[in-house]
């Protein structure tokens, strides 16, 4: 009776707990990223299918990108920056191995949420412009958005500001776009799209560069997010 009596009260907990990270995190501004996100999508679906451009695989995981990064890009640029609005960062830093605690449950609900809702536009692709591998492309397109949201995350734990921390964010991001070009046929690629196979090349030979991608923007969305929680550590420089 005991054990059910506490599995009640943990779960009431940690659904409370959820539900005030989610708060902070997502703040009030969180909806007009999602209303961006929403528009982006089918403006440039519209304009494509407008255009008789090919709806295929490749096309679609190059459609969710930019909508992805703006769902992830407010919780990990303005994080930080919320904790100080809301007065609570004092608190924080008062608990015991704070960047286990309390930013890296955050980081999880953000990456399960903004992950969830990729799910939700690929079906909205799959019902609406072409029968696609959902699961397969929702988790092959995470990968570049979380690297990106992880980047953010590790700024803004430097910058410490959610508008210096977007505009260093905006940078990087056109930054990254102008090279992608010059990276195109290679696994440094962040914005590499594995569906799109180009011409001339073998598909084994892609599919292994492909592989070599996702393991680059995986190894570096964990140490963006490591060192991130590293510097949530140094207490004197946020207080």
Do not use: C
Not at 62 to 90: C, H, K, R, S
Not at 141 to 146: A, D, E, R, S, W
């Amino acid at each position: 009776m005991e054990s059910t009596i506490s599995a009640a009260n943990f779960w009431t907990l940690f659904l409370k707990m959820v539900q005030y990270n989610m708060k902070v995190i997502f703040g009030n501004r969180f909806i007009w990223f999602v209303l961006a996100a929403i528009a982006f999508y089918f403006f440039i679906a519209i304009t494509s299918i407008y255009d008789n451009n090919p709806i295929d695989d490749g096309f679609i995981f190059d459609l969710q990108i930019m909508p992805g990064i703006l769902l992830i890009f407010y919780p990990m640029t303005f994080g930080i920056q919320n904790d100080v609005d809301a007065g609570i960062l004092e608190i924080l830093f008062g608990i015991p191995d704070y960047r286990y605690k309390v930013w890296l449950v955050r980081l999880v609900l953000v990456f399960v949420l903004v992950f969830l809702m990729m799910i939700g536009l690929t079906l909205m692709s799959y019902f609406l412009l072409a029968p696609i591998p959902v699961l397969e492309l929702s988790f092959h397109v995470m990968f570049p958005i979380y690297f990106l949201g992880s980047l953010a995350f590790m700024f803004s734990t430097i910058i410490k500001n959610g508008n210096g921390t977007a505009v260093v964010m905006v940078i990087i991001g056109v930054g990254l776009l102008i090279i992608s070009g010059i990276l195109e046929r290679t696994m440094w690629n962040i914005f590499l799209n594995p569906f799109d196979i180009p011409r001339r090349l073998n598909e084994m030979i892609w599919q292994e560069i492909a592989m070599k991608n996702r393991i680059f923007l995986a190894v570096g969305t964990l140490l963006f997010v490591l060192y991130g929680l590293f510097n949530l550590q140094k207490r004197e420089k946020f207080i």
